[in-house]
Nanobody
């Protein structure tokens, strides 16, 4: 079992930035493909961004390309989501997820085995 913990959410004005982090206390995340998903009120959960276990491949939803960046910390214990130029439509609960699959479609939520509890991001206009 892998416990994922997100942090860094909050309230920010449109155009601002936030950096979310995802950790698994006591263990490295280097063996997992990692993804971020989000769910806004009344909407389905949607894919945001993902990074392969090696860090060599990343995927971004069209809605966040050029604004969000996913990365792994040097010590591989943390996955970061840097969010710039935030928009009100980015408001959602953001979830970190880990996949143990060697080959995974990282855009699909059902390819992930472990999920965090989520962190709220609110962007005011």
């Amino acid at each position: 079992q892998v416990q994922l913990v997100e942090s860094g959410g909050g309230l920010v004005q449109a155009g601002g930035s936030l950096r979310l982090s995802c950790t698994a206390p006591g263990r490295t995340l280097s063996a997992y493909h990692m993804g971020w998903f989000r769910q806004a009120p009344g909407k389905e959960r949607e894919f945001v961004v993902a990074i392969s276990w090696s860090g060599g491949t990343t995927y971004y939803a069209d809605s966040v390309k050029g604004r969000f960046t996913i990365s792994r910390g040097n010590a591989k214990y943390t996955v970061w989501l840097q969010m710039n130029s935030l928009k009100p439509e980015d408001t959602a609960v953001y979830y970190c997820a880990a996949s143990t699959r060697i080959v995974a479609n990282m855009l699909r939520g059902d390819e992930y085995d472990y999920w965090g509890q989520g962190t709220q991001v609110t962007v005011s206009s």
